[in-house]
């Protein structure tokens, strides 16, 4: 039986199709085959950690996501490629981010197109066309996109998104106002990702975050500690302790959300000495005498 150039031609067309598809109902399957980042050393492509496999189950699973993040563990890069993927292989889905500035919002925009210039050619010629590329918008002809924008211009009230992701939400100028400007997309059935290293504690951020581990509130809570990456160990963690103010550490790094939220922000006293203090119930005899004085 001879083969022709028709029929290899049309055995191909049939592999990319079924390559599409793959891609289309698995978003891990087209990160880490095709997917690509940009790292100190070069592209390389997007190998998803487990902790990144369970945060994009999470995502799927809860309209509402907020996480406490340790910096530089790659989860904005995993929301940037999630957001592609929804708006390339799916129709009238509108992804927008907010940041808190020009810059960072850039930034993450440039994420997505870093990616997406460098699929392969057969995948951008089988997806939607782009019909608008510039430094804060990428759109497709299927009536999706992915927006970023700083948060301040209000970007999302009265729009009607698929997904909204507010990153380094602790940081925002006013981080109340941006729950306000997307409080009505959660409310008819719009997802949310909030995401953020500690800002202090007692701040929007710091009760969104412990609201939704406590279930006071709507959102589903992840924490991401310094060690989230499997090339990170107790060397590496020493080197930073050694080389970061104890506050920085532990808001850049830390282990545990009550140490994120209480050590961080710069605080005034000694967080350290404070947990050293030895808690005492108080008798009732010196109840008593405290009430005696005039400044009680």
Known sequence: MTVTSGDRRDREELLLEKEWRACRKSFAYFASTYWMIRTPTGKQLFELRPEQLEGFDTFEQNRLVVTLKARQIGWTTLVAAYAFWLSF????????????????????LRMVAYGFKRLPEWMRDRGPKVVRDNQSTLEFGNGSAVESLPSKSDPARGRSCYLVVVDEWAFLENPDDAWASIEPIADVGGRVIGLSTANGWGNFFHRLFTGAENETNRFKSLFEPWSARSDRDADWYEVK?????????????????????????????????????EVRERSEEHTSELQSHSFI
Request: proline share 9%; net charge negative; charged share 25%.
């Open 241 to 277: 302790r050694q080389s970061l103010p104890v506050w920085q550490l532990h808001q850049e790094y830390p282990t545990t959300p009550e140490e994120a939220f209480i050590k961080s922000g710069n605080p005034f006293f000694d967080t350290d000495a404070l947990e050293r203090l």
């Open 89 to 108: 292989f799916h129709p009238d889905r509108l992804v927008i981010f907010l940041s808190k500035g020009e810059r960072e919002a850039s930034a993450i």
